[in-house]
């Protein structure tokens, strides 16, 4: 069994639960996937980074010196998933009336056990709690230079979990896959070796400038050439050795949850 | 009714303005120059805006926008009255930005103009501080240039939306050293506060407590190592703040 923590059943902290491919404990009982009403297991704030992996990087270093880039990124570039966006394992993702495809932006989240300020790379895996599946769900646009908060900043837009997988269960973060499906077909591998900046790097980098607080959670980067879904579809991201997590697609018939 | 968060007496309290001192929601009065002020908001997402003001997006060579330039921002960037900031050492340009601050007071999705104070709980003053050295022309402006820890004072106080009938003809005023920098009016907003309000809601769910930095005017210039800046705007209060250097920082 692996050693994890979750939010089920409208907790609101974390709580430990064990889990293999075929069972979770939590509190003493066991339970199928399907049988747990799970909740991001995150509530600080999230943060996304693009361009941190080289083959996105790698297909924009044509466009880096033109306008309006002009030049190549050079510190990490990040953008925030708000509150409003944060979404769960088995929960729907509404698609708002104005948007008819997303882009399935699969990623490995890094969750902060302790507040980092200023840290080094040498000791920055100290300050990480563990790692959970992210879909970073985004309407498709191809200008990085002011994109409108509108495209990632949707309701439930940012799937998260099942769980945050201890960080000593997975001893080697930078060895993963992620794996994409749609509707149960392989659409997608990103292998986790491709980073810019590694884990350790990226986190000195970020908190040289700003603090990733306890609960805070940083996204290693979006894949180059996401595949996309739309309404009716079910996505499906795994990540060898931390957690599989689901979503179905659906039509927003009711025009806002008010 | 203005409303504080507060560090004394070996606690942190909520604390209310009462004839120039500060009582805390236990009874006790306290001068309002003995506490540790917090950000008076425990902020939920926090919005910028960008280019809010013509005059200022001018100063900066852009024209105004069609629609609101918005980015976001953590509130490891927030800093109460009183703070320090950090200018980091080899920096050549470090503007403030005094901006109005809209505190949302309850959950809103699709709000029209006309009801959209409805759910504003009250206002604030922010100074959205810039280190343009560090803009990158990727995901405008991007976090190393505004999302720095202790690059966003807020405060003193949260004024209540009840005692100010019209947060749309506010002067604001940026004093460094004592001398006069900046100075504007809410009026002269691109887009106001009920703008803002149905254009955010209407693509995502604002919640209590999320926070609007509506732009700043122009007269933004470079501020150094030891300046005072003051960021006032009329009715809603002076946020004091002071600039200090790397070595503070042991960095």
Redesign the interface.
């Known amino acids: 069994m692996y050693q994890g923590k979750a939010r089920v059943c409208g907790s609101s902290n974390t709580e430990n639960i064990r889990m293999n491919d075929s069972q979770i404990i939590w509190n003493g009982k066991r339970y199928k996937d399907d049988e747990i009403s799970w909740q991001s297991p995150v509530t600080g704030t999230v943060y996304g980074t693009i361009f941190n992996f080289k083959e996105q990087l790698d297909a924009m270093n044509s466009k880096f010196k033109q306008e309006p880039y002009q030049a190549e990124p050079n510190r990490p570039i990040l953008y925030v998933k708000p509150r409003n966006t944060i979404n769960a394992h088995l929960h729907e993702v509404q698609l708002p009336s104005d948007v008819k495809e997303v882009q399935i932006n699969a990623t490995l989240g890094i969750v902060i056990g302790r507040n980092a300020t200023n840290i080094s790379e040498q000791e920055a895996l100290n300050y990480v709690e563990g790692y959970t599946v992210v879909n970073d769900v985004t309407v498709p646009h191809d200008n990085f230079y002011r994109p409108n908060i509108k495209n990632k900043v949707r309701d439930g837009f940012c799937p998260v979990g099942p769980w945050i997988m201890e960080k000593r269960e997975v001893p080697n973060p930078e060895q993963l896959m992620v794996w994409t499906f749609i509707n149960d077909e392989l659409v997608q591998v990103q292998n986790l070796n491709d980073l810019v900046r590694p884990i350790p790097k990226l986190l000195a980098d970020v908190t040289e400038f700003m603090t990733l607080f306890k609960g805070d959670m940083l996204l290693v980067g979006v894949p180059h050439n996401p595949p996309t879904a739309t309404a009716g579809d079910t996505v499906r991201i795994e990540i060898d050795q931390i957690g599989c997590l689901e979503n179905t697609f659906v039509a927003d018939v009711g025009g806002g949850r008010l | 009714m203005k409303q504080a968060r507060v560090a004394c007496f070996g606690g942190i309290h909520d604390a209310w303005e009462v004839e120039g001192k500060l009582q805390l929601r236990d009874g006790r009065i306290v001068d309002s120059d003995a506490v540790i002020w917090l950000p008076p908001v425990e902020a939920?997402?926090i919005f910028a805006l960008?280019l809010n003001y013509a005059d200022h997006a001018s100063e900066i060579s852009f024209k105004a926008p069609d629609?609101p330039?918005?980015?976001?921002?953590?509130?490891?960037?927030l800093l109460g009255h009183n703070g320090q900031t950090r200018r980091p050492s080899g920096v050549e340009t470090m503007h403030y930005e005094c901006e109005l601050a809209v505190i949302i007071g309850k959950?809103a999705?699709?709000i029209k103009q006309a009801e959209a104070y409805e759910y504003v709980a009250g206002y604030t003053v922010a100074n959205d501080y810039a280190i343009r050295d560090?803009l990158?022309?990727?995901?405008?402006p991007?976090?190393?240039v505004k999302?720095?820890?202790t690059l966003t004072p807020i405060g003193p106080y949260v004024v209540d939306k009840e005692s100010i009938p019209n947060p749309m003809n506010l002067f604001l005023r940026t004093y460094v050293n004592g001398e006069l920098k900046q100075e504007g009016s809410t009026k002269d907003m691109v887009f106001d506060i009920p703008y803002l309000i149905e254009y955010l809601s209407s693509?995502?769910?604002?919640?209590e407590n999320d926070v609007i930095l509506t732009g700043t005017p122009k007269g933004t210039v470079n501020v150094r190592e030891g300046d005072e800046v003051v960021t006032e705007i009329e009715g809603i209060g002076a946020l004091r703040n002071t600039i200090v250097g790397d070595h503070v920082f042991n960095?």
């Open positions: 939920g997402t960008g629609e330039l918005v980015f976001i921002k953590g509130p490891n960037s959950e999705r699709n560090y990158e022309n990727y995901y405008r991007n976090l190393a999302n720095r820890d693509f995502m769910t604002l919640h960095r």
